[in-house]
Structure formats: C-alpha cells, structure tokens
C-alpha cells in the first residue's frame, strides 16, 4: 500500500513538471515572441500620445509662462539697486541733454515698472 502512494505521487509529479516544461515551451516559442510585438507596438503608440500631449501643454502654458518671466524681471528691475542706479542716471541724462532724454527716461521708467516722478 506504501509502494502504491509513493507510485501515484513521483506519477503525479512527473505529470506535472512534464505539463509545466510543455507550457513554458509553449510561452517561448509562440507567445512571448507575439507578446514582445504587441508590447513594441503599444510603447510606440504610448510615447506618441505622451509627446503629443506634452507639446500641446506646453503650447497652451507658454504665453503664461513668457508673461510671468517677463513680470518676474520687471519685479527684480525694479527692486533691484541697478534699477535705482540706472533711474538716477536716467534723471541726470534727462536733466542735461533735454527733450530727448526725456523719452528715454519714460521708456526706462515703463521698463523697470517705476511710476514717473517730479522733477
């Protein structure tokens, strides 16, 4: 009775590494090869999508990211010490050559974003 159980279990465990050796044969040779297509396929189509997706992002934020740099160098102009140095300059140029330094203080006025003064 020993010898029969120890018959049915080395039968059913060759049976079973028998049906799994036939199944990963089976994966080698005839899936894995349509299934790596498949996949080679569905990343081409992926990375379409995504750049496609990012470039029409991109194309909608940058009048908003153009307008905040461009803000964003106002602010820093006009906080920064250059700024006043180039306003004082401006004012002295404008004060001695005339009418044309004029326009040229209310051009770098707008530039740095400082309102005009009185002189």
Aim: hydrophobic share 50%.
């Amino acid at each position: 009775m020993l010898h029969d159980a120890v018959m049915l279990l080395l039968t059913a465990l060759c049976s079973s590494l028998l049906t799994w050796m036939i199944a990963g044969w089976f994966y080698k040779s005839s899936l894995e090869p349509r299934l790596d297509k498949r996949l080679e396929q569905i990343q081409i189509e992926f990375e379409a999508r995504v750049k496609s997706g990012v470039t029409a992002a991109a194309l909608d934020l940058l009048p908003e990211l153009r307008k905040q740099v461009a803000q964003g160098f106002t602010d820093a102009m006009s906080q920064s010490r250059a700024a006043g140095l180039v306003e004082d300059t401006a004012k002295m140029v404008s004060a001695s050559a005339g009418l044309g330094a004029g326009i040229v203080e209310s051009g770098l006025n707008a530039l740095f974003g400082v309102k005009p003064g009185k002189r």
